[in-house]
């Protein structure tokens, strides 16, 4: 059993900054799938960034070149570093892990995006 907690969420207005942090209750450096999803209102949940053995990342196309996903091992602790936020960025985020082929989900945190 994996419990992922996120944190770091907020009201922000167009073009700032926020840090999300996914703390998991294990280490994480053996779990090969870590990702960031969003969910919006009436929208499908979607994925945003994912990082796999650490070390390759992919990206949703949408924030290319203004989010980053990260890790920090001594932490057990993931990442989402978000810039030039958009008010289509406005969601629930939530932090997911796959371990032994199952799949972990935090509880999520609202990032809005609003002037």
């Known amino acids: 059993q994996v419990q992922l907690v996120e944190s770091g969420g907020g009201l922000v207005q167009p073009g700032g900054s926020l840090r999300l942090s996914c703390a998991a209750s294990t280490s994480i450096v053996s779990i090969n799938l870590m990702a960031w999803y969003r969910q919006a209102p009436g929208n499908r949940r979607e994925l945003v960034a994912a990082?796999?053995?650490?070390?390759?990342?992919n990206y949703l196309d949408s924030v290319k070149g203004r989010f980053t996903i990260s890790r920090d091992i001594a932490k057990n602790t993931l990442y989402l570093e978000m810039n030039s936020l958009k008010p289509e960025d406005t969601a629930v985020y939530y932090c997911?892990?796959?371990?032994?082929?199952?799949?972990?989900w935090g509880q999520g945190t609202q990032v809005t995006v609003s002037s």
């Open positions: 990082i796999v053995r650490g070390t390759s990342t």
């Open positions: 997911n892990a796959v371990v032994r082929d199952l799949r972990y």
